[in-house]
């Protein structure tokens, strides 16, 4: 997904249209929680200007992460619509507002842009149905309480004695 400006000339006149399947395991490397993904699929238009160029993107895969809980895997699906805009001719002028991206080397590479919206896609967290999963049930000092399970009250054995304070005779 890299074009040349004299390549999106060329397309001016009959229009592009991008459909494509692309390896993004290199956001893997970049965000350690991702655990995988599948090839992401990205379709959309172009759309032309004289000073731009514009796409109309719909980026959509798989991600798997780990259960904030337990830690197993959960697959998440993700599906992104994104518009990103590239400056065609270095002497146009755009309004304060517009998102607009200069070219490196007289090229249009989309890549770099998808990896960003798919690391902004992200959740902060996520949870599986599984109830049991690598994460311990207890550890020093700590044990894992379900909701569901019924809550008594332990009195530590130090403050047994301050027990009988409160208990009316």
Not at 76 to 81: A, H, V
Request: charge should be negative; aromatic fraction near 8%; include cysteine.
């Amino acid at each position: 997904m890299k074009w040349s400006v004299q390549q999106l000339i060329a397309f001016k006149q009959k229009g592009m249209h991008i459909d494509e399947s692309v390896d993004m395991s290199k956001v893997k490397e970049l965000d350690r929680e991702i655990r995988e993904i599948t090839p992401v699929r990205v379709t959309g238009d172009a759309y032309f200007t004289k000073q731009a160029v514009t796409f109309q993107l719909e980026i959509s895969g798989t991600m798997t992460l780990p259960c904030a809980r337990t830690l197993n895997d959960v697959e998440y699906p993700f599906s992104i619509n994104a518009t990103e805009m590239f400056q065609l001719d270095e002497w146009a002028t755009f309004e304060e507002d517009d998102e607009v991206h200069e070219l490196e080397n007289d090229t249009v590479d989309l890549m770099p842009y998808v990896q960003e919206r798919i690391l902004l896609e992200k959740p902060m967290r996520v949870f599986s149905d599984k109830d049991e999963g690598p994460a311990p049930a207890s550890g020093k000092g700590w044990e894992r309480v379900d909701k569901d399970e019924e809550t008594t009250e332990k009195v530590d054995p130090r403050l047994k004695e301050l027990e009988k304070f409160f208990h009316k005779e």
